[in-house]
């Protein structure tokens, strides 16, 4: 069974920034669409980012474009999101997750992780 866990999230000022690793276990994850998901207080959880098995391509919301990168090591079986220039409205509990597919952009995730916590607070 595969396991995902996410590490790298706290508190941090606006305009900081933060890197999220996701480390997965139970199973090679290399031919696997992977994502970054959230959710905040009130909220419905939303997609962040997500890249495809090889990295050859990544997909991000609108308001994450130019801001977050997401990227993956096959090697190391782990998922990355670099996030820059974070606001207040970043803040949420990130959840990593992982496809059957190859290509996966905002569905078809089968795999969750439980959740790190960004707080973006001055």
């Known amino acids: 069974q595969v396991q995902l866990v996410e590490s790298g999230g706290g508190l941090v000022h606006p305009g900081g920034s933060l890197r999220l690793s996701c480390a997965a276990s139970g199973g090679s994850l290399s031919s696997n669409a992977m994502g970054w998901f959230r959710q905040a207080p009130g909220k419905e959880r939303e997609f962040v980012a997500s890249?495809?098995?090889?990295?050859?391509?990544?997909y991000y919301r609108d308001s994450a474009k130019g801001r977050f990168t997401i990227s993956r090591s096959n090697a190391k079986n782990t998922l990355y999101l670099q996030m820059n220039s974070l606001r207040p409205e970043d803040t949420a509990v990130y959840y990593c997750?992982?496809?059957?597919?190859?290509?996966?952009?905002?569905?078809?995730?089968?795999?969750w992780g439980q959740g790190t916590q960004v707080t973006v607070s001055s």
């Open positions: 890249i495809t098995w090889s990295g050859a391509n990544t």
């Open positions: 997750a992982a496809s059957l597919a190859r290509v996966a952009i905002t569905t078809g995730y089968k795999y």
